[in-house]
């Protein structure tokens, strides 16, 4: 005797049945943040008058407490509980992107204001050596092209360093793993003075200042950086490719060099870019191992050399309106070279996402 089984038929939900979208911004919503933003307005203004307060800050943080309280137990009485809660935590995490956007632009926009007023062409072509305090002229040309060298130096030795431990650490897992870990888990939280302190008495000691005692600092501050990136990315490649190739009889060190490596390309030059971008606006490594120059120095092993943050460090604190100007120009340089690497890792990270996905 055979028994059948039947296939049970899928009901589908009805619309009473449905999970309803919490987050839909309606007339009604819209009305109850209108009258939410009155009624605090109104109790910040009427205890500002009670207690005859001075402050602003004051008034407005008990004007955004009001207006949470109204917003809530106005979507409470309307709607439920829950909704009010999200309707409430969706406010506040709203709010405080809006303000965090808003400091940052307006900073960006007065760093443009202040960084503008001197940065012409001549700026990125000239150094400081024939110019005084008070002389028209003058440029950033000897800073960049310190900060080139000394990150350029700082790369070629982190990117295979990191690279390799990154490797060690995700893919053959040997012995010391767990102290390596640990190493750079601690390096990630050394100050960056502690850095150059370090190659000071090491370096700067015995053979002088100079942009390579430099890029030493930015390599202890980016190895640590580059290194923990690297090992994300690398987790991100997926196994059945690992297993695929020494399935096919390729040897451990054929598919990390074949497959995992090419696979995380993007990722790991992201990486390696998000360590720059982590290293460039130091300044107090710079000052105890390049000390800084006002002339051009294209030799990174002998003598002082300056970099973009030295250089805008020492202007601003200058009582004089020309070098507080130059100091505001070259840290509009240093933002824009740092907001371009950001820019650039965010892209290749993107198209190395949208390759990955292809390939899964």
Excluded: C
Aim: hydrophobic share 55%; net charge positive.
């Amino acid at each position: 005797m055979t028994t059948t089984t039947r296939p049970v038929p899928v009901v589908p939900p009805s619309a009473t049945d449905r999970p309803r979208a919490i987050r839909s911004v309606t007339p009604a919503v819209l009305a109850e943040i209108a009258i939410a933003a009155a009624a605090g307005t109104a109790f910040a203004l009427t205890l500002r008058y009670v207690f005859d307060w001075n402050g602003v800050l004051g008034t407005a943080v008990w004007a955004y407490v009001a207006f949470l309280v109204t917003l809530y137990a106005l979507s409470r009485d309307r709607e439920s509980p829950e909704v009010a809660v999200d309707r409430m935590v969706t406010t506040v995490v709203w709010s405080i992107g809006a303000l965090v956007t808003g400091i940052l632009a307006w900073m960006l926009a007065y760093l443009v204001v202040r960084g503008t007023k001197v940065l012409r062409l001549g700026f990125l072509t000239n150094d400081m050596a024939t110019v005084g305090p008070t002389d028209p002229g003058g440029g950033a040309l000897h800073a960049i092209i310190g900060t080139l060298e000394q990150v350029g130096i700082a790369v070629v030795i982190v990117v295979p360093l990191a690279v390799l431990t990154a490797v060690y650490l995700n893919e053959l897992k040997g012995p010391l793993t767990r102290p390596a870990r640990f190493v750079i888990d601690a390096m990630s939280g050394l100050p960056s003075i502690v850095a150059g302190l370090l190659v000071y008495t090491l370096w700067v000691g015995a053979y002088g200042y100079s942009g390579f005692a430099a890029s030493l600092a930015l390599i202890v501050l980016m190895l640590p950086t580059v290194t923990r990136t690297a090992e994300e990315v690398l987790r991100t490649v997926p196994d059945i490719l690992r297993e695929g190739s020494l399935a096919l009889g390729a040897p451990r060190w054929r598919v990390i060099l074949r497959v995992v490596l090419p696979t995380a390309r993007a990722g790991l030059l992201t990486a390696v870019i998000l360590g720059v971008a982590r290293a460039v606006g130091e300044t107090a490594p710079i000052v105890l191992t390049a000390f800084g120059a006002s002339e051009v120095n294209a030799n990174p092993f002998s003598g002082p050399q300056n970099s973009l943050p030295l250089f805008a460090f020492r202007l601003l604190r200058q009582p004089n309106v020309r070098q507080v100007d130059r100091g505001w120009a070259a840290l509009l340089i240093l933002v824009l070279l740092v907001l371009m690497l950001f820019v650039l890792a965010r892209w290749i990270g993107s198209r190395g996402d949208k390759r990955l996905g292809r390939r899964r």
